[in-house]
Structures are given as structure tokens and as C-alpha cells.
Nanobody, 128 residues
Framework: QAHLVESGGGLVQTGGSLRLSCAAS????????VGWFRQAPGKEREFVAA?????????YYRDSVKGRFTISRDNANGTVYLHMNNLEPEDTALYYC????????????????????WGQGTQVTVSS
């Protein structure tokens, strides 16, 4: 099981930065894959970033956030982060963290259907 609580969202101007945090508990977090997804009003929930478990710690990003967003995890403190720089209005959405029980690779790590545990989300709004 995993219990996830996101925080760190807010209102920023274009070009600004935010760091989202996801406080996690449960064995699934420490041994599984962690990911961030987002959902804008009227749109499907979409993949943002994922980080696999040890020892590989492979990262995956959607193309539009590469070079701007960084996902990281602190297993000792049970926290996943999403560092977001150079934010754009198109990044405005409700951001969710999620966990896969076990492993994934490639396309699988981007598939929201594999993520079993989800937080409630934190709102990010980027003004133009």
C-alpha cells in the first residue's frame, strides 16, 4: 500500500519555478516506480515524469517538459519531488503523484493505468 499527499502548487508567472512535493508512506513507495501526472480542465490526465526504483533510477519525461522539469526521490524521507523551471501557461493543471507496485520500463512507465496509488493533487497555475 502507499499513501500519497502532494503539496507545493501555487500561482506563478511565466518563466517562474515551483517545486512540488509528494509525501509518501508504505512499502510500495520505497520499492516501486514513482511518477507525476497532470490534468488540465477538460483534458485527459497526462504523464509528466517518472523515476524507477533502485538500482537503475531511470527517469522518463514527456517531451514538452524535458530540460525544464526534474523528478527526484528521497526514500529516507519518503518524498518525491518535481522541480519545475521556466514554467509556461500550458503547464497549468492539477498535478498528481502516483506509484506503481513493482517495476516498469519504457512506454509502460508512462501509462497511467499501471499506477495503482494516487494522491489528491496540487494545483499549479501559470499566468501569462
Amino acid at each position: 500500500q502507499a499513501h500519497l499527499v502532494e503539496s507545493g502548487g501555487g500561482l506563478v508567472q511565466t518563466g517562474g519555478s515551483l517545486r512540488l512535493s509528494c509525501a509518501a508512506s508504505g512499502r510500495a513507495f520505497s520499492t516501486g516506480v514513482v511518477g507525476w501526472f497532470r490534468q488540465a480542465p477538460g483534458k485527459e490526465r497526462e504523464f509528466v515524469a517518472a523515476l524507477t526504483r533502485r538500482p537503475l533510477h531511470t527517469t522518463y519525461y514527456r517531451d514538452s517538459v524535458k530540460g525544464r522539469f526534474t523528478i527526484s526521490r528521497d526514500n529516507a524521507n519518503g518524498t518525491v519531488y518535481l522541480h519545475m523551471n521556466n514554467l509556461e501557461p500550458e503547464d497549468t493543471a492539477l498535478y498528481y503523484c502516483a506509484v506503481i507496485d513493482g517495476a516498469c520500463s519504457g512506454v509502460g512507465c508512462r501509462d497511467r493505468r499501471l499506477y495503482r496509488h494516487w494522491g489528491q493533487g496540487t494545483q499549479v497555475t501559470v499566468s501569462s
